[in-house]
């Protein structure tokens, strides 16, 4: 049976909706938002478009967020390490192989990111 028009867009802004909460909750264990966001890696603005909903953050997004507070993704939103790796082991799934290309990946994102701000600096000190 096909999806109804529109359903995706709804389940989108359901799971969006959904991060918003557990990232207000997130937020509201720490001393003040700034120290929060710092911690994080985000930008007010994108904090606050994924707190409204408004923003369908990439994979890339939740592992910087994520690796920022020390979790897992899965963490993030909501779910358990032991109930996630249990599931995808029925389907044969590694969570372990899972986590490591990710950890790889935020690594790598943020040599990238260490890489431009110093271009950055080195173009404004010339």
Excluded: C
């Excluded at 372990?96 to 110093?118: M, N, P, Y």
């Amino acid at each position: 049976m096909a999806p109804k028009a529109g359903r995706s867009r709804t389940v989108e802004k359901t799971l969006a909706s959904l991060l918003g909460l557990r990232l207000e909750q997130l937020a509201a264990e720490h001393d003040d938002l700034q120290t929060f966001l710092r911690k994080i890696g985000i930008s007010p603005g994108t904090y606050y478009l994924l707190v409204r909903g408004e923003s369908n953050p990439t994979l890339d997004t939740l592992e910087v967020i994520a690796k920022g507070l020390g979790l897992s993704v899965w963490e993030l939103i909501g779910l358990n390490d032991g109930v996630v790796t249990k599931a995808l082991a029925k389907h044969d799934i590694d969570l372990e192989a899972i986590t490591a290309a990710s950890r790889a990946r935020v690594e790598a994102l943020t040599k990238i990111d260490e890489q431009r701000e110093a271009s950055r600096k080195a173009i404004k000190r010339s």
